[in-house]
């Protein structure tokens, strides 16, 4: 159930600044699958790719954090 709470906001922020999920993986140096594995809740990121993701997107982590 976490693991789907971050990947909805991860792809709402994702969506919300331009990113396509290519574009998104490769600014974060990992495959298109790790990022989609995340997006739908099969993958539970870890606390240092979601800095990554914060800093990517300009966002501060608090934001991003499953409300």
Same mark, same amino acid.
């Given at each position: 159930?976490?693991?789907?709470?971050?990947?909805r906001r991860i792809r709402a922020f994702r969506k919300l600044k331009g990113y396509t999920?290519?574009?998104?993986?490769?600014?974060?140096?990992? &495959?298109? *699958?790790?990022?989609? /594995?995340?997006?739908?809740?099969?993958?539970? !990121? &870890?606390? *240092?790719?979601?800095? /990554?993701?914060?800093?990517?997107?300009?966002? !501060?982590?608090?934001?991003?954090?499953?409300?």
């Open positions: 159930m976490e693991a789907e709470k971050w990947g999920q290519e574009g998104f993986a490769k600014d974060l140096g990992v &495959s298109i *699958s790790v990022v989609g /594995e995340i997006e739908r809740g099969n993958r539970v !990121p &870890s606390q *240092s790719f979601l800095l /990554e993701v914060a800093q990517t997107l300009d966002i !501060p982590l608090e934001e991003l954090a499953p409300k």
